[in-house]
């Protein structure tokens, strides 16, 4: 039991290192990414107390080296996903019953093992598996989830504070009780933070999991079970299985006991998930809490005062870092007719830099870009880029080459569109391909009106302008277009503890990953009262 209120050490963000030349963490990660390249990983499940090999395997390669085999994983099957569901229920009680202090001190454990001894290795396993550049995995798999790991402390020890008023002769409480039941976490490839989130965020709360990842960033979620296991996360608190997702579906939604769904995928994926789960609902014994993010189509709107360098750099970063395939990536922009020859002599020289300078392999530290994460995503990228080439409503203006021989190379790609509903405008890519309309620069009302109707998705948007009535009426205009909005900056980059993440519309449930609002998805809250001395007649004073 408590014998204390205590205070966990107070938050702050993890600093980025930088990886300049003549660093230590250059000459560190450099090391490390070899020596893992090298090698190839027997990757098991981990079920309970059980590491578990089937000898079914799957292979882990290198996006920018698909003939590199750098990981085997035991693939599972319906039996498995059982046995780990099992094992979240076995472990529930003893989870749910250990003092608060003791989970917050394994995930500060967590954080600190992933800041100092385990920095190299999770940001090498996520160079190597997931194609990023050393920066874009420093702010990932380093930087984000340390912080999440940490200011989800410091969340969890504010819920756990905030307690209701006591009236004379009473005293009232307010327990935060974990979910009845097990929690299915479903994680993306494209942030190692976001897999490392979505199963210990619950598992803060007293909840215990059963933890599906993408198949493409399994290779980086077996270090991140390496890192739980030193922290101390006992057995069955977080079971980590590699199954196809309509074994695991099956398995997971029937269950009666099944008590949420942490999720961050596509948007059609999520939208069968939930009718499966309202499907069920009769059968569960609660109603399972669904939390999802799910992307976007996420837009940059230039007003005609803004400058056009800022607005050429927003649109580079924004749309090509980690070849595109943040859920916040810039994927639509508005330009103003009186700005875009000069903006897109901006954007043609920094694409033609990256093209020739900048991009390949992420080992090679010059880089910017490297390659998509499979070859579905090349497929789907090309696919576009020879749709656009041949539609007399488009240009492709910069990039548009492609190559999958060694890797899924993908060119940065800017399409120049006459159509503010052609397809690149409106649909998901998930790829380093931008489309541009150019609309007259004295119809900004007409231009806030096609961002804020053209897409389905409200995750990430951006206004870049000089003048402040112009931001302030796009702020009011697209308040319900972006769960994240920035004004004079790219639309991606969310800090921890500083914007809270999440969208609305066809982009998830907006529970803002990073804050104390998707901690409290993931208890019931209880209501005590005490009264302190009894009344011992029925009676109330007006009957007198």
């Known amino acids: 039991m408590a014998k204390g209120f205590f205070s966990v050490p107070t938050a702050v963000n993890e600093p980025i290192k930088s990886y300049a030349p003549g660093t230590p963490e250059r000459a560190e990660l450099a090391a490390k990414v070899a020596e893992m390249s090298s090698q190839k990983v027997d990757i098991p499940m981990y079920i309970g107390a059980q590491e578990v090999r089937t000898n079914n395997l799957g292979?882990?390669?290198?996006?920018?080296?698909?003939?590199?085999?750098?990981?085997?994983?035991?693939?599972?099957?319906?039996?498995?996903?059982?046995q780990a569901i099992n094992a979240a229920l076995g472990a529930r009680d003893a989870w749910a019953d250990l003092a608060w202090e003791h989970r917050a001190s394994i995930f500060l454990k967590a954080a600190d093992l992933l800041a100092g001894p385990y920095r190299a290795k999770i940001n090498a396993a996520t160079l190597i598996g997931q194609s990023k550049t050393a920066h874009q995995a420093e702010i990932d798999a380093a930087c984000e989830l340390i912080d999440f790991l940490r200011f989800n402390v410091q969340f969890m020890t504010e819920i756990y504070q905030d307690q209701p008023q006591s009236g004379p002769g009473m005293w009232n409480r307010l327990e935060y009780r974990p979910l009845e039941?097990?929690?299915?976490?479903?994680?993306?490839?494209?942030?190692?933070a976001i897999a490392g989130n979505l199963p210990t965020a619950p598992a803060m709360m007293g909840n215990t999991i059963v933890w599906k990842p993408s198949h493409d960033q399994i290779y980086s979620a077996n270090v991140l079970m390496e890192v739980?296991?030193?922290?101390?996360?006992?057995?069955?608190?977080?079971?980590?299985?590699?199954?196809?997702?309509?074994?695991?579906?099956?398995?997971?939604?029937?269950?009666?006991?099944?008590?949420?769904?942490?999720?961050?995928?596509?948007?059609?994926?999520?939208?069968?998930?939930?009718?499966?789960?309202?499907?069920n609902i009769a059968n569960y014994n609660s109603y399972p809490r669904i939390v999802g993010e799910t992307g976007g189509k996420d837009f940059i709107?230039?007003?005609?005062?803004?400058?056009?360098?800022?607005?050429?750099?927003?649109?580079?970063?924004?749309?090509?870092?980690?070849?595109?395939?943040k859920c916040s990536a810039a994927s639509r922009v508005y330009v103003p007719s009186n700005l875009w020859e000069e903006v897109k002599g901006y954007v043609q020289a920094d694409v033609e830099d990256i093209i020739k300078n900048h991009m390949g392999t992420p080992d090679d530290f010059k880089n910017f870009f490297t390659a998509?994460?499979?070859?579905?995503?090349?497929?789907?990228?090309?696919?576009?880029?020879?749709?656009?080439?041949?539609?007399?409503?488009?240009?492709?203006?910069?990039?548009?080459?492609?190559?999958?021989?060694?890797?899924?190379?993908?060119?940065?790609?800017?399409?120049?569109?006459?159509?503010?509903?052609?397809?690149?405008?409106?649909?998901?890519?998930?790829?380093?391909?931008?489309?541009?309309?150019?609309?007259?620069?004295?119809?900004?009302?007409?231009?806030?009106?096609?961002?804020?109707?053209?897409?389905?998705?409200?995750?990430?948007?951006?206004?870049?302008?000089?003048?402040?009535?112009?931001?302030?009426?796009?702020?009011?205009?697209?308040?319900?277009?972006?769960?994240?909005?920035?004004?004079?900056?790219?639309?991606?980059?969310?800090?921890?503890?500083?914007?809270?993440?999440?969208g609305s519309r066809a982009s998830g449930t907006n529970d803002k990953a990073g804050s104390a609002l998707n901690l409290l998805r993931w208890v019931a809250p209880r209501t005590l009262k005490e009264t302190f001395v009894s009344p011992t007649d029925y009676k109330y004073p007006f009957m007198g």
């Open 228 to 279: 739980f296991k030193e922290a101390g996360v006992p057995d069955g608190v977080i079971n980590l299985v590699y199954v196809d997702g309509p074994d695991a579906g099956d398995v997971i939604f029937n269950h009666k006991e099944f008590a949420g769904l942490h999720f961050t995928g596509s948007t059609g994926v999520f939208q069968h998930l939930w009718s499966t789960i309202g499907n």
């Open 59 to 82: 292979t882990c390669v290198s996006p920018h080296n698909h003939q590199n085999v750098v990981g085997e994983y035991h693939q599972g099957d319906k039996d498995h996903v059982t």
């Open 181 to 192: 039941g097990f929690i299915f976490a479903l994680t993306p490839f494209n942030f190692t």
């Open 372 to 502: 998509v994460i499979n070859e579905r995503s090349f497929d789907k990228c090309a696919g576009y880029i020879d749709r656009a080439n041949e539609s007399a409503l488009c240009e492709i203006v910069a990039g548009g080459g492609y190559d999958k021989s060694t890797g899924y190379f993908v060119e940065p790609t800017v399409i120049l569109t006459k159509d503010p509903n052609y397809e690149s405008m409106v649909e998901e890519i998930f790829g380093p391909i931008v489309t541009i309309y150019v609309y007259d620069a004295e119809y900004f009302e007409e231009a806030m009106y096609l961002v804020d109707n053209t897409s389905t998705y409200a995750l990430t948007g951006a206004i870049f302008s000089q003048d402040r009535y112009a931001i302030e009426l796009a702020t009011k205009r697209l308040e319900n277009a972006a769960g994240n909005f920035y004004i004079n900056d790219k639309p991606t980059g969310a800090v921890v503890g500083q914007q809270p993440f999440g």
């Open 301 to 325: 709107l230039a007003h005609k005062s803004a400058k056009a360098k800022e607005l050429a750099t927003g649109i580079v970063r924004g749309a090509f870092e980690f070849q595109g395939q």
